[in-house]
C-alpha cells in the first residue's frame, strides 16, 4: 500500500508545489485586508449590539490573535505528524468558516467564526513557510520568496478593491471572498505532498536537537521588524491630512502608488540575499524602513510623504523574505515546522505590539508625526547595531569551524 509519505519519497516539487504554495501564503492576509472597506458598514449593521464598538473591530483582528497564540503549537504537529495533511484541512475549514458569517446573523458567532478562522490561519502561515524549506533548496526558496514577496503588492490592492466592491452590497457579501479556500484545498490535495526528507527525518532514531539560540535571535530580531513593519501599515493614512491630503480616495491612491516599492522590494531580494551576508541584509531593510517612516514624519507635501512610503516600503518588501530565508537555514527536517511556527508567532506579536508602541512614544513626542520621526531614528540605530552584532556573530562562527 503507497501513503502519502512513500508518494512524496519519488516526487520532486517544482512550478505546480511553488505555486500553490505561494498562493496559500496570501491567504492570512485576507483576514484583515479583505474586510477593512467592510468595517462601517459592520458597526452600522450591528448598531444596537452592545459594545459593538469594541468587538466588531476586535472580530476583524481577532484572526491574527489566534495565529500569534498557535502558531508554535501547529509547529510541532506538522513536525509529529507531517505537513501536506494539515494544510489541506486547514485550507479547507479556512474557507468554509470564512464564508460562515454570510450565513449567521449574530455578533457573538460571528467572532466566534473569526477566532476559528485564525486557527486555520495558524496551520496555513506555519506549514507553507515549512514547504518552502522542505520542497527548495536554498537558491530556489529564493526564487519563491522573491515571487511571494513580489506579488504581494498586487494581491492587496486588487483584494482591497474587490473587497470595496462587495462591501457596497451589504455588510456581509465581502466574506465571499473565502470561498477562495476551497478550490486552493482541491489543488493542495492533487499537487502537495509529504516531502521525502521529511519522512527520512521521521523514521531516524537519532533526533537532532532543536536549534534554541539560532530560533531565539531570529525570531526576536524579527518581531522587532515587525513591530516597526505594522506602524506604516496601520497609521500612515493618518498623517496624509497634515500634508494637505483629506479625501480618502486620494490617500488610498497615494498609499497605492507607495506599494510598488514592496514590488521593487521582492525582486531585488534574491540577488541581495545571494550576494551580501545576512547581517547586511537585516541592516539594509531596519535602515530603509527607519529612513522611510522619519521621512514620512518630517515632510511637508504629499509629494515628499508618498516617496518616503515608497521608500519604507521598499524595505518592507526586502524584511519579510530576508527573514524567512535566515530562519530557514538553521532548521533541518526534523523541526522545521516548530521553527517556523515560532518565527510565525513572533511576527504576529510584533503586529500587536505595533499600535502599543506608537501610543508609548506618542505620550512623549506628542504628535504622530514626531512619533514616526522617533520610531525611524530606532529603526536606523537598529540597523547599525543589528547589522554589526550580526556580521561580528558570522565571523565568529565561521572561525570556529
Known sequence: MTTP?????????????GIVVVIASFLPILAIVALAPAV?????????????????????????????????????????????????????????????????DGLPALFASRLLLGVCEAAILTVTNTLVGDYFDEDRRR??????????????????VLSGTLSGMGWNIPFLVYACAIPIAAAM????????????????????PFPVRHVLITSGVTLLASSIYYVYIVQVGLLFPGVGVTSPDTIGMLIGLANV??????????????????????????ALLGLGLLGIGASHSATQMTAFCTIQQLGAGLCIPTLLLWTMRGLNDENRGRGMGIWSCAFFVGQFVSPALVSLVTLFSHALPRTFIVIGVGGIALAVVLGVALNAGARQTKAVA
Do not use: C, N
Request: glycine letters at 12%; a positive charge.
Open 261 to 286: 516599492g514592496v514590488f521593487f522590494g521582492g525582486l531585488l531580494f534574491k540577488p541581495a540575499s545571494a550576494r551580501l551576508g545576512t547581517g547586511l541584509q537585516v541592516g539594509i531593510f531596519f
Open 143 to 160: 526564487f519563491w520568496l522573491t515571487v511571494q514577496s513580489a506579488a504581494q503588492p498586487f494581491f492587496g490592492v486588487s483584494l482591497l
Open 189 to 208: 490535495a492533487f499537487l502537495l505532498f509529504e516531502p521525502a526528507k521529511r519522512a527520512h527525518a521521521l523514521s531516524d532514531a537519532a533526533v537532532a
Open 40 to 104: 462601517p458598514r459592520m458597526m452600522e449593521h450591528f448598531a444596537g449590539v452592545p459594545g459593538a464598538g469594541l468587538w466588531v473591530p476586535l472580530a476583524v483582528t481577532a484572526p491574527g490573535l489566534m495565529v500569534a497564540l498557535l502558531s508554535p503549537a501547529m509547529g510541532w504537529l506538522v513536525d509529529r505528524y507531517g505537513r501536506s495533511r494539515l494544510l489541506v484541512v486547514a485550507t479547507a475549514i479556512y474557507g468554509l468558516v470564512g464564508i460562515a458569517p454570510i450565513f449567521i
Open 5 to 17: 509519505t512513500d508518494t512524496g519519497s519519488q516526487r520532486r516539487a517544482g512550478l505546480p508545489q
